[in-house]
Structure formats: structure tokens, C-alpha cells
């Protein structure tokens, strides 16, 4: 790159549990710059998941952070031309991606979700990745499975 890397934003902590991280994922939920509809469903989700999960002793955010370091994968693969041939390269993935990639995929797969609303939808799921169960984390899986297969391309790393 010619110019310098541009500065990293400094993302606020959410008004109720003081957490940057519940800031990030809130930013991810928003569609069309509605982000206090966003923060309504993420609340309202965890207030479903606290029902669901009573006799779990954690609190409904930990158990959302629990949730989201089982469906955050270490490796990815990378397209990598050499020779003519594409080569699926794993590659390990730096710590603001890996936060980024689960949070979309619990919201990707939270949309796909059958249910009433949205909170309902994203609860289903956190309480599933709390579990190591549901969508998220077989994308998870899968992501390492094929990071696994194509081991022997890894001196290809770049």
C-alpha cells in the first residue's frame, strides 16, 4: 500500500452493559443506520435468552460471549494462484476478524432462523452456539474441516 493504514475508529460502549464488544455486534445487527432498533432486539434477545437459560448461572452476556468464542474460527483458506493452478490456503486469521466473522455469522445465521421476531431468532441461536450446536458454529466446523484438507498447501503462506 502507497499511503498509511487509515486510524482504527474508536466504537463507543453501549449505554446498558458498558461493552464495546455489544457495540460492534449491535453495528453488525443494524440495517439502514437504525441502530437504536438494533440495540431493542439485541436486549430483547438476551431478556429471551435469560428465560431460556435459567438454570444456567451466567448472565445472559456471558453466555452471548460464550456463544460467540465457540463459533469463532482460528484458521480460513485464501485463494492463492500459483502456476496456473488455485490453491486453497489456510491461513491463521488476525484477532479483530475472527471477533468480526463469528458476530456476522450468529447474525447471518439468526436471519435464516424460522421465528416471530428477530430477538427471538438471534436468542435461538446464541442459546444453540452456547451449546456447540446450530448454524454458526457448523460454518465454524466447516471452515476448519476445509482448512484441514488443504494442510498440505500451508507452505504456500503468504
Do not use: C
Request: glycine share 4%; proline share 4%; hydrophobic share 35%.
Amino acid at each position: 500500500m502507497r499511503k498509511a493504514k487509515p486510524k482504527k475508529r474508536v466504537i463507543l460502549p453501549d449505554p446498558v452493559y458498558n461493552d464495546q464488544k455489544v457495540s460492534k455486534f449491535v453495528n453488525h445487527l443494524m440495517y439502514d443506520g437504525k441502530k437504536n432498533t438494533s440495540y431493542e432486539i439485541f436486549y430483547n434477545a438476551l431478556d429471551v435468552v435469560k428465560t431460556k437459560m435459567e438454570k444456567e448461572e451466567k448472565s445472559p452476556l456471558e453466555i452471548w460471549k460464550q456463544a460467540l468464542d465457540n463459533i469463532t474460527p482460528q484458521v480460513e483458506v485464501k485463494s492463492r494462484r500459483i502456476g496456473g493452478a488455485t490453491f486453497q490456503v489456510p491461513t491463521e486469521i488476525r484477532q479483530d476478524r475472527k471477533e468480526s466473522i463469528s458476530m456476522k455469522n450468529l447474525i447471518q445465521f439468526a436471519r435464516k432462523r424460522s421465528g416471530k421476531s428477530m430477538a427471538e431468532k438471534l436468542a435461538s441461536e446464541i442459546v444453540d452456539a452456547f451449546n456447540n450446536q446450530g448454524g454458526a458454529y457448523k460454518r465454524k466446523e466447516d471452515m476448519h474441516r476445509m482448512a484441514e484438507a488443504n494442510r498440505a498447501f500451508a507452505h504456500f503462506r503468504f
